[in-house]
């Protein structure tokens, strides 16, 4: 079993940035991909960035520009720095880590972008 839990939302201004960290259990992390998604009211949830065992990431065209995902091994740490941010990313994010065939989620994280 495999826990998640995410730190680092809030409100924020059109603009600005904030800074996601996903902190996961157990002593295997360097085996698991990685990824957040988000989820805004109403919507289905999707795909925001994902980062592999390697270290290679992925993002959608939308997010490519604006959002980097970092992994820390030796700290068991998944980050999303997110910048330029707009209201439309509005959402809950969740971290979520495959292995073994298996995917867990976190609780999730609000973020807010409003003035």
């Known amino acids: 079993q495999v826990q998640l839990v995410e730190s680092g939302g809030g409100l924020v201004q059109p603009g600005g940035s904030l800074r996601l960290s996903c902190a996961a259990s157990?002593?295997?992390?360097?085996?698991?991909?990685m990824a957040w998604y988000r989820q805004a009211p109403g919507k289905e949830r999707e795909l925001v960035a994902s980062?592999?065992?390697?270290?290679?990431?992925n993002y959608p065209d939308s997010m490519k520009e604006r959002f980097t995902i970092s992994r820390d091994n030796a700290k068991n740490t998944v980050n999303l720095q997110m910048n330029s941010l707009k209201p439309e990313d509005t959402a809950v994010y969740y971290c979520?880590?495959?292995?073994?065939?298996?995917?867990?989620w976190g609780q999730g994280t609000q973020v807010t972008v409003s003035s």
């Open positions: 979520n880590a495959r292995w073994l065939g298996v995917e867990y």
């Open positions: 157990g002593t295997m992390f360097r085996l698991y991909g």
């Open positions: 980062i592999t065992t390697g270290s290679s990431t």
